[in-house]
């Protein structure tokens, strides 16, 4: 099985491309909303939840989310310690989905790909590069933040430029180039790849 990862900063277009390869039949592993249901349900998970937020940190509406992101973003130690805990676990339910598809070819979507050490994993990456300015106005207008929020975010990802230098493959989504045909093309791409991966 050929296991390509897809990724690319914040408000590049990494959800309207997986839709496309989704619509061209392969299957795509959300790791963003995968990682949301194990954080709500996986034991191991909560209970370190637990133990660094307390035990209110989960609701009877689930995870109080913003109350996280407002202590990760400034402390770096209960991120790595969240981290070390939730990579692994994803890690093992993406490979468990692998084994249920029925593809010569699987695409990890991923934001941090790289930044979480995933990329080491697959065997060839996609990463989808679109302008800053566009990446925030897109943002600002989907999340309805502010630039400044936005910067924050972009900040903690890394360049587009160090994830394609890493990257085997690349789609442009600057709203100059359409992203379908680039998309419809790499896939023919991926299929004369993937019989080296059995």
Known sequence: MYKVGLTGGIGSGKSSVAKIFRSLGLPVYDTDKEAKVLIEKHPKIRTCYKSLFGDDIYTEMGLNRAKIAKIVFNDSFKLKELEKVVHP??????VDWCSLQNSSIVIKENAILFESGGAAFLDDIITISAPLELRVERVMKRDGVSAGDVMARVNKQWSDDKKIALSKYVIYA??????????????DELKAEAPKYK
């Open 89 to 94: 676990i994803v890690f093992k339910h993406f």
């Open 174 to 187: 600057d709203d100059t180039v359409l992203v379908t045909p680039q998309v419809i093309a790499l896939v």
